[in-house]
């Protein structure tokens, strides 16, 4: 069975910074594509960050690019996302996903198969 857990939550002041992290497993995404989505309350989930399999391409929503950086190691099941600059508009929970079908970015909900519970980040003004 898969599991997705997030972690580095929490509270931050407007203008600093957050490090998420997911870890996956119950089998091996190394060849697969990993995201992250986040959804503000009254709103709808949106696409934050997406990273290939090898580490190698990456992709943000209009929002995320310039201040979010995603990465992970080649093959590995972990992935991070940096975040700076952080906003009050940033608030929501983020959530990682992992595609068990496609192995370079991916921008869509529907083309991820396996999501974590999610974590919260708030940004305090």
């Known amino acids: 069975q898969v599991h997705v857990v997030e972690s580095g939550g929490g509270l931050v002041q407007v203008g600093g910074s957050l490090t998420l992290t997911c870890e996956i497993s119950?089998?091996?995404?190394?060849?697969?594509?990993m995201g992250w989505f986040r959804q503000a309350p009254g709103k709808e989930r949106e696409f934050v960050a997406t990273?290939?399999?090898?580490?190698?391409?990456?992709s943000y929503g209009d929002s995320m690019a310039g201040r979010f950086r995603i990465s992970r190691e080649n093959g590995a099941n972990t992935v991070s996302l940096q975040m700076d600059n952080l906003a009050p508009e940033d608030t929501a929970v983020y959530y990682c996903?992992?595609?068990?079908?496609?192995?370079?970015?991916?921008?869509?909900?529907?083309?991820?198969?396996?999501w974590g519970p999610g974590t919260q980040v708030t940004v305090s003004s």
């Open positions: 990273v290939s399999w090898n580490g190698v391409y990456t």
């Open positions: 119950g089998r091996s995404f190394r060849n697969n594509v």
């Open positions: 996903a992992v595609s068990g079908r496609y192995a370079n970015p991916r921008l869509r909900e529907h083309e991820y198969d396996y």
